[in-house]
């Protein structure tokens, strides 16, 4: 039992394309969140949701807009995509909002721009 | 990661320790993390530690906390081949802020 599960694992699209990727947890917990990982592997929060309302948007361009239609699935939606979107994507849940509850993360989904 | 700072990469043989270093710059940080990033993975939790302790032990993990000076390591006794990921430390900044990962090699 997977308990933060994202698909795709791999998506490969080109430029001005629009995708999509879903995440999903079995864990009831309360609060998503998505991390962006570059290629240098460093992680940035992009937004965070706690019962299915918006808490984090960072600075993110507002081609992405994440979508939660329930406490266990957040999903985040890319238009127009950029060259400089090509990152993994991490989705993670947390019990609770806030860093003190340590959060888990899905596997990742690979987005590569062409 | 301009918050949480840390080495990028670390070599070790296998069977020796390794030391990984983190600073970071939250005081009010209540938890302070190491996660652990196979390839191809997500995180993983490894360990954690409660901004009141100053070490935590846990099986071949030991890690230290120097409150006065914001400074975290995390210590992997008798390195083995399966350590070899990226670890990243993270403080409870608001919302989990990371560091930029240590790429650890573990070399026979």
């Known amino acids: 039992d997977t308990a933060v599960s994202q698909t795709p694992k791999y998506l490969v699209t080109q430029m001005g394309n629009d995708k999509s990727i879903k995440c999903e947890q079995n864990?009831?917990?309360?609060?998503m969140y998505w991390y962006k990982q570059d290629s240098k592997k460093f992680l940035k929060i992009m937004f965070s949701?706690?019962?299915?309302?918006?808490?984090i948007n960072e600075t993110v361009p507002n081609r992405f807009s994440p979508k939660s239609p329930d406490k266990a699935h957040l999903n985040l939606h890319i238009n127009s995509l950029e060259l400089g979107d090509s990152a993994v994507y991490f989705c993670?849940?947390?019990?609770?909002?806030?860093?003190?509850?340590?959060?888990?993360f899905g596997s990742g989904t690979r987005l590569t721009v062409v | 990661g301009e918050d949480v700072e840390q080495s990028l990469f670390l070599s070790v043989r296998e069977g020796d320790s390794s030391v990984i270093n983190c600073t970071y710059t939250?005081?009010?940080?209540?938890?302070l993390y190491w996660y652990k990033q196979e390839p191809g993975a997500g995180l993983q939790l490894l360990t954690y530690i409660f901004s009141n302790m100053d070490m935590k032990q846990d099986q071949r993990l030991t890690v230290l906390l120097n409150k006065k000076d914001k400074h975290l390591s995390l210590r992997i006794a008798d390195t083995q081949t399966g350590d070899s990921a990226i670890y990243f430390c993270?403080?409870?900044?608001?919302?989990?802020?990371f560091g930029a990962g240590t790429t650890v090699t573990v070399r026979a």
């Open positions: 993270a403080e409870s900044k608001g919302e989990l802020s």
């Open positions: 949701y706690n019962n299915k309302e918006l808490i």
């Open positions: 993670a849940s947390s019990p609770r909002q806030g860093a003190n509850y340590g959060y888990t």
């Open positions: 939250d005081s009010s940080s209540t938890y």
């Open positions: 864990l009831g917990h309360d609060t």
